[in-house]
């Protein structure tokens, strides 16, 4: 109840004039909504004793993405967290995919500091990405 599912989010990411350089688009596994207050959960799985450093570490900053965004639509985040659904297997013939059952709930706090860092850190990688498209495809025409 009050959960949306692949619940949609769009950042403009401006220049200092204001311009649209770009937009942050994502959709969120899994938001709960309770007067003008959310919880954000981005489902993963995969093997717990190697990825739940990483989920819970300053460097993973998808919910905290997803986290800014609310809050620039005026929402309180109560929490924001990463539920690990434990995997195994390989995926071959001989060693299927399978869920382990062991479930982590890893906590992934936000703060307006670390939102603003993430904001700038996929701004950094998409200038760079921009400007490596742009010097291929003038290379490109010039063939």
């Known amino acids: 109840e009050n959960s949306v599912y692949e ?17 942050i688009h994502g959709y969120l596994d899994n938001c ?17 004793d ?9 460097t993973y900053g998808q919910t905290t993405l997803y986290s800014h965004c609310k809050t620039l639509e005026g929402f309180r985040v109560n929490s924001s967290y990463v539920m690990l659904l434990g995997r ?3 995926g071959s013939a001989s060693n299927p ?4 059952g062991n479930n982590i709930f890893i906590p992934t ?15 950094k990688v998409a200038l760079e990405i921009s400007n490596y498209f742009r010097i291929y495809f003038l290379k490109t025409l010039a063939q």
Do not use: W
């Open 7 to 23: 619940d949609e989010i769009v950042y403009p990411v401006k220049d200092e004039d204001g311009n649209i350089l770009f937009v």
């Open 109 to 123: 706090p936000y703060s307006k500091v670390r939102g603003d860092r993430v904001i700038e850190d996929m701004t």
């Open 32 to 48: 709960t909504y309770t007067d003008g207050v959310v919880d954000i959960c981005d489902y993963k799985t995969g093997n717990a």
């Open 97 to 100: 995919l399978h869920l382990t």
């Open 50 to 58: 190697k990825k739940v450093a990483y989920y819970a570490s300053e």
């Open 88 to 90: 195994k297997g390989t």
